[in-house]
């Protein structure tokens, strides 16, 4: 089970953390990632941490505004935004894999429930 939290309401310019704590099940040495949905847009692709924490990878769309980092011994990842702007309001979810390097959806197995960022102008 993934668990995301930490979403809400922020003003445009600010920052959230985002969690996503895995539990329930061995995943062994998962990659988790993250994406984000806003309304009427497809799932879009954040980036990804790898295991051992000391790889990650991200969308170009990016701009470094976001970072991604895990805690392995509480078996959590988290989503460091900063910067934020309206356009990055959206449902944020985390997600597992086990491919190195991957940014598309399907092939993520395991999904949390989703967390809402809203940013306002």
């Known amino acids: 089970q993934l668990q995301a939290s930490g979403g809400g309401l922020v003003q445009a310019g600010g920052s959230l953390r985002l969690s996503c704590a895995a539990s329930?099940?061995?995943?062994?040495?998962?990659?988790m990632g993250w994406f984000r949905q806003a309304p009427g847009k497809e799932r879009e692709f954040i980036g990804a941490?790898?295991?051992?924490?000391?790889?990650?990878w991200y969308a170009d769309s990016d701009e470094g505004r976001f970072t991604i980092s895990r805690d392995k011994g509480q078996n959590t990842v988290y989503l460091q935004m900063n910067s934020l702007k309206p356009e990055d309001t959206a449902v944020y979810y985390c997600?597992?894999?086990?491919?190195?390097?991957?940014?598309?959806?399907?092939?993520?197995?395991?999904w949390g429930q989703g967390t809402q960022v809203t940013v306002s102008s």
């Open positions: 941490i790898n295991w051992s924490g000391r790889g990650s």
């Open positions: 329930g099940r061995t995943l062994g040495s998962y990659i």
């Open positions: 997600a597992v894999t086990w491919k190195n390097g991957s940014s598309r959806s399907g092939e993520y197995t395991y």
